[in-house]
């Protein structure tokens, strides 16, 4: 293994030591797979994944904590979720006892990649896609799932900062009715245009607004979205276009029982929101990070004078305490794995 500066680390792909691989035909269940040496995959270049975007993935960290042992964190829900996704995108439907096993056998064997306490996390990506090759559009005949793992830092360069937001009316992230409530890899390659020209103006990410009226708050692109206003936490609730994430839920939860924050997951519009007292995004890759402004066709509307709101700090503080065992897991949440 070359050795890795664990201080510099951002969010990239860093080469590890294996990945997990098994395969499913469509109309029998997943079955044993195994780990192999992490390269590159050959594939048709007609298979579903390559052509009608049959695919989906899950997103999740492992830790080494405060007590010297590597822990996942909620990875029922990722495994629950995972099998919504496969089932709406007609790959035969993912069992949760084989997701998390596979799971937990890649971070095991890449466990020297599992950065030190405090020092990064170790991201893992389970995905899933069509194999088999189809010229008219159909769900496939087989499929293949692996398992990778990289070692990362923070998501947004510069740390934990207030993010800078752009407004684009001109897309949608996607429809109510569509795959936006599931880890779909196409929901993410619509955001690559609108995320690249936010980029390329300063823009650290977009807030999208919804697909029907274009006047309700939808996500950011990799994230979901939180206002707090009088001790009340709002965010745009699920049903529609929204995924369901797994730092979403976990923040709901330490909000209300350990702040005491009445939640309100509602539509919330625009200005609810520049007039909030502070506002954050989650999500697995990027934890809990702080909205510094958004900009709209109107101009800059900053929250918290720009910088961090005390409610998203203690939130940050309480989450990534219970993820590295700095404080206890009232809420058992951590599957330790060594
Ligand atoms: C995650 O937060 O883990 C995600 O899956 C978002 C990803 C596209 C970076």
């Known amino acids: 293994m070359e050795k890795i500066d664990w201080d510099i680390l951002g969010f990239n792909v ?3 030591k294996s990945m997990f691989k098994a395969t499913c035909k469509q109309g029998e269940t997943w079955q044993a797979g195994a780990l192999v040496p992490y390269g590159t995959i050959e594939l048709s270049p ?5 052509n009608y975007g049959q695919g989906c993935f899950e997103g999740t960290k492992a830790f080494r904590t405060a007590n010297n042992r590597v822990v996942l964190f909620r990875i029922d829900l990722n495994a629950k979720r995972m099998a919504v996704s496969t089932k709406r995108l007609c790959i035969p439907e993912m069992n949760k006892t084989f997701f998390i096993n596979a799971v937990k056998e890649t971070v095991l064997d890449n466990i020297d990649y599992v950065p030190p306490y405090n020092k990064g996390t170790l991201y893992v990506r389970p995905i899933v896609w069509g194999t088999a090759p189809a010229i008219g559009v159909k769900p496939v005949e087989e499929y293949t799932f692996m398992v990778f793992v990289s070692p990362v830092g923070p998501y947004f360069k510069g740390g934990v900062r207030p993010l800078h937001l752009k407004i684009n009316k001109d ?8 795959i936006g409530n599931i880890k779909a890899i196409g929901n993410y390659s619509a955001s690559l245009y609108p995320l690249t020209k936010a980029k390329s103006e300063g823009y650290d990410e977009v807030l999208y607004l919804d697909a029907k009226d274009d006047t309700f708050l939808e996500e950011v692109g990799t994230a979901n979205l939180f206002l707090i206003k ?3 936490l709002m965010t745009p609730q699920l049903g529609g276009s929204i995924l369901a994430g797994v730092t979403r839920d976990s923040v709901l939860k330490i909000a209300k029982d350990k702040l005491g924050l009445d939640i309100i997951e509602t539509d919330i519009t625009l200005n609810e929101l ?6 954050f995004c989650t999500g697995t890759a990027v934890s809990v990070s702080p909205v510094g402004s958004i900009t709209d066709d109107d101009g800059v509307h900053s929250l918290s004078d720009g910088n961090i709101g005390p409610y998203t700090m203690k939130l940050k503080e309480l989450l990534v305490g219970i993820q590295r065992e700095d404080i206890d897991d009232d809420f058992g949440w951590l599957f330790p794995i060594e």
Do not use: Q
């Open 14 to 16: 860093v080469e590890t």
């Open 46 to 50: 007609a298979a579903g994944v390559l």
């Open 171 to 178: 897309y949608h992230r996607a429809a109510p009715k569509g």
């Open 230 to 232: 009088d001790k009340k």
């Open 274 to 279: 520049y007039n909030s007292d502070e506002a």
